[in-house]
């Protein structure tokens, strides 16, 4: 089954403590991309990544990295976790092409900082 | 980006269709019209896109007006499992890999 594959789908951790959320596509997709999603605020994306080794700032990139060394996986990464980074993270993917492409979404991961 | 609006919200009863307004004056001419549904608890669902024509697919229908500055989703037979956040998305032209979701419209869908 085509699938953009979230881990995990709960997370509690403590600030400062860096953790890791990871994301992995089978579909071969080039782009890939993170959102966060907050009540009131919608979903707005953190980082994209059009290919291996290429990323790029989103709309609200501070406190966060990702990397892109294969394909199929982009983890996101929190070096410093705070309280404001709590929220409802989706990883995206979707094959590069003209406005028409699709993409597809995870599950989701519930982070709550305390 | 271009920007859309829709109501925030509306309701219809289970098997009757559903029309879903969506209007996006500042459209530019390589932006395609996307839309995508958010379930409880769930990630974004692709439901549809276009460029000028109708679209039609298993899910709903695109209703896209002659001069694109508006178009419609339409679920022919609406489903309690319809009940979901509607997001009207342009995409594509300068805004290349991103996809900008507003607030959407709340369905609620009655028994």
């Known amino acids: 089954e085509a699938q953009v594959t979230q881990n995990p789908r709960y997370l509690i951790t403590v600030t400062g403590k860096k953790l890791t959320v990871t994301c992995s596509q089978n579909?071969?997709?080039?782009?890939m991309s993170w959102y966060r999603q907050d009540p009131g605020l919608g979903l707005r994306q953190i980082y994209y990544?059009?290919?291996?080794?290429?990323?790029d700032k989103g709309d609200v990139p501070e406190g966060y990295k990702v990397s892109r060394k294969e394909k199929r996986n982009f983890p996101l990464i929190l070096e410093s976790p705070s309280p404001n980074q709590t929220s409802l993270y989706f990883c995206?993917?979707?094959?590069?092409?003209?406005?028409?492409?699709?993409?597809?979404f995870g599950s989701g991961t519930r982070l709550t900082v305390v | 980006d271009a920007k859309t609006t829709q109501p925030n919200s509306m309701e219809s009863n289970e098997e009757e269709p559903v029309h879903l307004p969506c209007n996006h004056s500042?459209?530019?001419?390589?932006?395609?019209i996307h839309w995508y549904r958010q379930l409880p608890s769930q990630g974004p669902e692709y439901v549809i896109h276009?460029?000028?024509s109708n679209v039609n697919n298993r899910m709903a229908s695109l209703a896209i007006a002659e001069d694109r500055k508006s178009s419609t989703l339409i679920l022919h037979r609406a489903t309690l499992r319809d009940a979901a956040v509607y997001y009207c998305?342009?995409?594509?032209?300068?805004?290349?890999?991103?996809?900008?979701f507003g607030q959407g419209t709340i369905l609620t869908v009655h028994p």
């Open positions: 990544s059009m290919n291996v080794e290429v990323t």
């Open positions: 500042t459209i530019s001419g390589t932006d395609y």
């Open positions: 998305i342009l995409a594509g032209g300068t805004s290349y890999g991103k996809l900008t």
């Open positions: 579909m071969n997709h080039e782009y």
């Open positions: 276009g460029l000028t």
């Open positions: 995206a993917s979707s094959r590069t092409g003209t406005g028409g492409r699709i993409y597809t």
